[in-house]
């Protein structure tokens, strides 16, 4: 039997898992309504009215992808691959490494919850594209792109919570996961500016760009904006980031450098730990 397989068997049966779940459907309804409604809204600040277009919706939405998609990925992903001790020694029991039944996990949750984005996303662009028509909707795709990426950094982060406590209670891996998503999401930002502020200039600035490059929500903050904004959009850390890069393309270049490591990176330690896991 080839790796391939018995890792779509295990995607496909997460999938339908997640599907059925009302965590996963809640999801789905909430996302939804936020992005509706902030396509409908978006005007009423400024006392106008009417559906926003594609460039900004997508610049209004950027804060509830980043505030919403790393806590519910987190969450269900948690939920999702804890298992119980003796439901976990009959699944890894199995004639497959624990990697791929990892893996076909975590491919499962992303499909489910990639559609369930697809919902809320596939809802305002098509409000959005009978009133206003199709300008701005390379801004809009790559927000869409820019929730996927976080959604998959999340889910391999939740994989590496839950590897280490294969058969405990569930309720120690959901603290570490609000935990991990409050300081990435709120506290880090407040931290690395509460530093650089103490520093001088040129060493503030490089603490900045770091800040920019180890948190994936600022990575995908930063590479959202820079493409649906510009620069004018930015804050102290990514002006700082975009000066080192001279330019935009360096910026791009590292940000899904950064991107492409935090969704690879965490999966394959889980999938390490996993493996030399007594269970």
Known sequence: MTTKRPLRLFARQELTLAVRSRWTQIFAVVFVALALAVSASGYVLSGGSGVQDFARTAASLVQIVLLLVPMTALMIG?????????????????????????????????????????LGFGAAGLAIYSQNGGEGIAQFVLLIGGSLVLTAVFLGIASLIVAGSVGRRRSRSLAVGLVVWLVAVILFDIGILGVASLLR????????I????????????????????????????????????HGTAGAALLLVLSAVLWTLVPPWLAARRLERSDI
């Open 78 to 118: 948690i939920l999702s691959l804890s298992i119980d001790r003796g439901a976990a020694e009959v699944v890894f029991s199995q004639p497959v490494r624990r990697s791929t039944i990892l893996y076909g996990k975590l491919l499962g949750l992303f499909e489910a919850l990639a559609g369930a984005q697809a």
């Open 210 to 245: 770091v800040g920019v490059l180890v948190n994936p929500v600022d990575a995908v903050r930063t590479g959202t904006l820079l493409g649906v904004e510009g620069a004018a959009a930015f804050g102290a850390a990514s002006l700082a980031f975009l000066r080192f890069t």
């Open 201 to 208: 200039s040129g060493t503030a600035s490089r603490v900045l």
